[in-house]
């Protein structure tokens, strides 16, 4: 069964930092592209950023760019996402997903991230 | 890039069929056969429903369908049930390695 657990959200005043991990079981992990997405509250889903399986290729949306780092440890079976410069805007629940054939077929339950003075 | 458009609210009674449209550009739903459909129940995680514009993951009936004519994409939902009240939201693949989504629909069994 595959099964994707994130953590690391909190409150973070804005400036701030955070590292959100997503560990992931039930598939071989190292093949697949992996995929950050968050929905602001009350909101519509947004994708945020993916990586290939191998950590060669990486991808963000234009609002994240230089902000935001996607990477993974294949060995640990686990992707990651470093939030800088955080602001009020990038306030989500933020969601790791498996990604294949274009689409996000597994998903975790999320992780609440909030950025407040 | 600009979300895909959605009408925000769909209706209809159980055993009716129901259909969502989802336009983009032909930048993005135009341009590729990679749209997929999500349904999100309150408080959920969405889970997927359609890929590759009309494709069914295992484990999702068959009354759930997909299709695409130009620059819209539309899921249509057959036999509406109780359960199938949720949101719903559109996503295609677009240029620079991007993903955009729909604003989402929500849908309303009578």
């Known amino acids: 069964e595959v099964q994707l657990v994130e953590s690391g959200g909190g409150l973070v005043q804005p400036g701030g930092s ?50 935001f780092t996607i990477s993974r440890d294949n060995a640990k079976n686990s992707v990651y996402l470093q939030l800088n410069s955080l602001r009020a805007e990038d306030t989500a629940l933020y969601f790791c997903a498996s990604h294949v054939n274009w689409a996000f077929d597994y998903w975790g339950q999320g992780v609440l991230v909030t950025v407040s003075s | 890039q600009s979300a895909l458009t959605q009408p925000p609210s769909a209706s209809g009674s159980p055993g009716q069929s129901v259909t969502i449209s989802c336009t983009g550009t032909s930048s993005d739903v135009g341009g590729y056969n990679f749209v997929s459909w999500y349904q999100q129940h309150p408080g959920k995680a969405p889970k997927l429903m359609i890929y590759e514009v009309s494709k069914r993951p295992s484990g999702v009936p068959d009354r759930f369908s997909g299709s695409k004519s130009g620059n819209t994409a539309s899921l249509t939902v057959s036999g509406l049930q109780a359960e199938d009240e949720a949101d719903y939201y559109c996503s295609s693949f677009a240029p620079n390695n991007n993903y955009v989504f729909g604003i989402g629909t929500k849908v309303t069994v009578l």
């Open chain 1, 18 to 67: 955070l590292r959100l991990s997503c560990a992931a079981t039930g598939f071989t992990f190292s093949t697949y592209w992996m995929t950050w997405l968050r929905q602001a509250p009350g909101k519509g889903l947004e994708w945020v950023a993916n990586i290939k399986g191998d950590g060669g290729e990486r991808y963000y949306v234009g609002s994240v760019e230089g902000r």
